[in-house]
């Protein structure tokens, strides 16, 4: 009879310990088969002679990396491999799962944990009253949207059509903000009473401590407390007529806003306010009037077309004299005036004509029982500034704030000469006019006459 055929030991060996174990003279016989006698082995002919089914673990071990399992496995074992593999897979999926969890965790809050944004803007889906979590994706959805679409307004796009104009205004950012008065039973209530919101680049708003504040500049100091770090801007020269000029401000949704214009030649004046200028288009109030180089050269004093606006030179000595001396002194001088440089042709030529008059200024209007008044000063007079003080209105105006410095820092008698030419008549007189000094300390406004030594 020929030899029954034996099961292969590869096959025994991937079965596991359910697998009969091996005879000792099958043990025998399979260490005197040497390794070289290893075979390729497809299963199909169990009983070739090439094929002793001799094999010891080690070789079964070897036969098993190469074949499939599936070639090795014998029908009586076939059912506890699966389970065995069913098995490995289900803790191979539980491990996979852990995985993914722990990455998650790791990668809460970083760039790549957040959702992809849409390729559109998203319309607004339909929500539950009760999917808070829903609305509040569809609130951030919208809020990224607004944020990336976000555009100039036209005028302000207008004012700054190149990069370099974009960066001057960018530079300014931090110094600029927006003053309010909070409301109270709907009635806004007045910078005097102290109450006063800030408005900050970032949004925020903190509460402002009102300083000191001079009506005839009607300048305002504030003091307020914030963690955005705010920078002073940079000053430059006092604003010059014809100057190509960038007025800044903010709206109401604390977005920049940008106006482009020039500085006209005109020059006006109400109720002794002689400092004035004016800029052919709007601007907000209080904020900065820039030059091409982005310094700040003027404040904006009042909006609105053809906006009325402050020298820095103004600004900067009001600022300096109250931080020194704790007050703002001026000389009293009550009389509206106006440029004879900026008048209309036909004036300048009868005044070159018939008084040889070619600058000075012209009297619009004089105080009643003023001193000028009582020295003969009349409506129409052209008078001229015996000393050196400068040909426009605001060069008056920083003259005159440098003899309050000087009454402050101890000098108490000055006078001030003035020619005076009649263009009614041939009169031509020079006065001299004692110096009264207005002293503003913020709480109490005070009047001294100064009588000449």
């Avoid at 673990?57 to 074949?67: E, F, M």
């Avoid at 399992?69 to 065995?84: F, L, T």
């Avoid at 504030?222 to 940079?234: C, G, K, R």
Wanted: glycine content about 8%; charged content about 25%.
């Amino acid at each position: 009879m020929p030899p029954k055929p034996r099961r292969s030991v590869a096959a025994l060996s991937v079965g596991g310990h359910d697998a009969p174990e091996s005879s000792p003279a099958m043990s025998t016989r399979s260490k005197s088969t040497p390794d070289s006698d290893l075979r390729s082995h497809d299963g199909s002919n169990p009983s070739h002679e090439s094929w002793s089914g001799r094999l010891t673990r080690s070789r079964a071990k070897q036969i098993g990396q190469v074949l499939p399992i599936q070639a090795v496995e014998s029908p009586g074992i076939s059912s506890n491999n699966k389970k065995k593999r069913k098995r490995r897979e289900i803790e191979e999926d539980t491990a996979k799962k852990q995985a993914q969890m722990s990455s998650s965790a790791e990668g809460h809050g970083t760039l790549a944990s957040r959702p992809l944004p849409p390729m559109h803007p998203p319309t607004t889906p339909r929500v539950r009253k009760s999917s808070r979590i829903t609305r509040l994706e569809v609130d951030r959805l919208q809020k990224l949207t607004l944020r990336r679409n976000k555009e100039d307004d036209p005028s302000t796009a207008a004012a700054l059509p190149t990069p370099s104009h974009k960066n001057i205004v960018l530079g300014m950012s931090r110094s600029i903000v927006r003053v309010s008065s909070p409301p109270s039973e709907g009635i806004l209530i007045s910078p005097r009473t102290g109450i006063l919101q800030v408005h900050l680049p970032d949004k925020s708003i903190v509460q402002g401590r009102l300083r000191f504040m001079n009506h005839h500049y009607n300048l305002s100091i504030l003091e307020i407390t914030s963690e955005l770090p705010l920078q002073v801007p940079a000053f430059g020269s006092a604003p010059k007529y014809g100057q190509e000029i960038l007025a800044l401000s903010r709206d109401e949704n604390m977005s920049l806003v940008a106006r482009r214009g020039a500085i006209t030649w005109s020059d006006g004046s109400l109720m002794w306010r002689n400092h004035y200028m004016f800029v052919d288009c709007d601007g907000g109030v209080g904020g900065p009037v820039v030059d091409s180089c982005g310094s700040s050269i003027a404040m904006v004093h009042r909006a609105g077309p053809g906006a009325v606006i402050i020298s820095i030179s103004i600004i900067c000595t009001f600022f300096e004299m109250w931080k020194q001396f704790s007050c703002v002194a001026r000389p009293v001088f009550d009389v509206d005036l106006r440029s004879v440089e900026l008048a209309g042709v036909s004036l300048r030529e009868e005044l070159s004509v018939k008084h040889n008059i070619n600058g000075g200024f012209m009297v619009k209007r004089i105080a009643d029982d003023s001193a000028l008044e009582h020295l003969g000063v009349r409506r129409g007079d052209v008078i001229f500034f015996e000393d050196e003080c400068g040909t426009s209105l605001p060069e008056i105006e920083d003259y005159l704030l440098s003899l309050g410095w000087r009454y402050l820092q101890g000098m108490k008698s000055m006078v001030l000469k003035l020619l005076v030419h009649d263009i009614e008549g041939p009169c031509k007189e020079t006065i001299t006019l004692p110096l009264e000094f207005s002293v503003d300390s913020g709480k109490k406004k005070r009047v001294i006459s100064i009588a000449k030594k």
